[in-house]
């Protein structure tokens, strides 16, 4: 049987489908969101600025209602319409998300954690543009020595492929959530197959179509 690491906990139906083709599954979750205790008095003011979100873990304890966004991904976008967001684009990534923004000449919020890949601040800072950081919760790493071999990991954000590799070493294919994570887990030396869409079960369904083929 196939086995895979997956570097976040999945629900009952995405083990089943990996079951079902034959894949078994251990999972721990590498990295811990924390949020901070300011987080509930940020006042997000609609039609000032355009919010950028690129991580779920974001969405806790703010406002969201009228408020102009800009994300990553279907669920995250899913999650803010439900919080009365308005909407305006969802992206693959952050640096498509922020290019975008740049584009239009917005004036913009980044709602984000203090761990974070450079990539929406180095977008603004190249083009002059007028960018806020606001960091609404802290990620810790979990880290825990998980013993393979793997014939496959599942990786869901750049922290998550770090806490991996502050226990573990086995450099095995790695199925990633977006490109930005796929590029850490492969400047980590793995070979890395993105999913086809910004959300776990995209992972877990390019796991199970490369161990199909």
């Known amino acids: 049987m196939v086995e895979v690491l997956s570097t976040r906990r999945l629900d009952a139906s995405a083990l089943a489908e990996l079951a079902e083709s034959g894949i078994r599954c251990t999972a721990h979750d590498f990295v811990d969101i924390v949020p901070r205790e300011h987080a509930c008095e940020i006042q997000l003011q609609p039609g000032e600025r355009t919010v950028l979100v690129s991580s779920q873990n974001a ?74 950081v606001v960091e609404v919760y802290d990620t810790l790493h979990a880290s825990r020595r998980m013993d393979g071999p793997w014939d496959g990991i599942l990786f869901f954000s750049p922290s998550g492929v770090r806490s991996y590799h502050a226990s573990n070493a086995q450099l095995a294919p790695s199925f990633c959530i977006g490109a930005t994570t796929g590029a850490v887990a492969q400047s980590f030396g793995h070979p890395v197959v993105l999913a086809s869409k910004f959300t776990k079960l995209a992972v877990v369904r390019a796991a199970i179509e490369h161990f199909r083929s």
């Open 59 to 132: 969405l806790h304890a703010l406002d969201w209602n009228g408020v102009q966004v800009r994300c990553v991904g279907e669920k995250t976008a899913d999650k803010l319409r439900s919080r009365g967001a308005h909407v305006l684009s969802v992206h693959s990534g952050a640096a498509s998300m922020s290019e975008h923004a740049v584009a239009l000449g917005e004036t913009c919020t980044f709602v984000c954690g203090s761990t974070r890949m450079p990539t929406v601040e180095d977008t603004f800072a190249r083009a002059g543009g007028a960018l806020e």
